[in-house]
């Protein structure tokens, strides 16, 4: 046990646990987590915000973002930490990209702190991360919504599905086209395999970011036709709605 202690010790010196936004070092005794500078910095999701996905709005009197007065989506409601842009945007892109999968835990955390009321509320019962592609997730070696799906649902005690859909076409980037070609680019790209597992549940779509929706709406589409409930998401972060 002391071996074990002085191990992990020494591996705290050698990788030590870091910031996942500004990547300062966290003291050895302390938990993995975002500095409280970085706290008090980044674009948290205030009020007003719109009502259906969650994206800031510069009005109170609004209810929808500019989205979703012009798109009906296929989802009741969803929920976002902060707005995807500047440290936190850097943050995401190493998350997804330089195998630090740590974030993953760090990010969820912070979805538990802020939403476990609205998610609870909701009635959530299955929480289904956004899948990749095959070929992209061998490529890049792990699914970066799995971890932050299967670490919000040990914290709530909700079962997370990485099994039951699929992605059937390795689409383009989304944030490479237009509206009409991000429409375009998710229609399809998505299968459930075992319906079985998501009749008649209240399933929770969990991703990283979200911008227009379509990935959200086009997953969402695919889980009703096949017999869930209904449909929420969460995600850490979001584009502007004004």
């Not at 020494?10 to 910031?19: E, T």
């Not at 910095?41 to 009197?61: A, Q, T």
């Not at 998710?186 to 929770?204: Q, R, S």
């Not at 017999?227 to 929420?232: L, M, R, S, T």
Request: proline share 5%; with cysteine.
């Amino acid at each position: 046990m002391i071996i074990n202690k002085l191990g992990d010790e020494l591996l705290s010196i050698i990788y030590p646990k870091r910031c996942p936004i500004c990547m300062d070092i966290i003291p050895i005794n302390e938990e993995e987590r975002i500095c409280e500078s970085c706290v008090e910095d980044l674009p948290y999701i205030m009020e007003p915000r719109c009502k259906k996905c969650s994206k800031p709005l510069n009005s109170e009197l609004a209810d929808h973002c500019f989205d979703c007065t012009k798109n009906e989506h296929d989802y009741t409601r969803g929920w976002a930490v902060w707005l995807y842009e500047g440290k936190l945007k850097k943050a995401l892109q190493r998350y997804k990209n330089n195998n630090n999968k740590n974030y993953g835990r760090i990010f969820s955390k912070e979805v538990v702190t802020l939403y476990k009321r609205e998610i609870v509320e909701a009635h959530v019962n299955l929480i289904i991360p956004v899948p990749l592609h095959v070929k992209k997730q061998r490529k890049r070696g792990y699914n970066q919504a799995e971890i932050i799906a299967a670490n919000i649902g040990k914290y709530l005690d909700i079962p997370c599905n990485t099994n039951c859909v699929l992605r059937t076409i390795n689409t383009k980037p989304q944030k490479n086209l237009s509206d009409k070609e991000r429409v375009s680019n998710m229609k399809k790209a998505f299968k459930v395999i075992k319906p079985d597992e998501i009749t008649g549940k209240t399933i929770l779509i969990c991703d990283d970011i979200y911008t227009t929706g379509n990935t959200i709406d086009s997953l969402a589409k695919e889980l009703l036709i096949n017999g869930a409930k209904e449909v929420f998401f969460i995600t850490i972060a979001i584009g502007k709605g004004y």
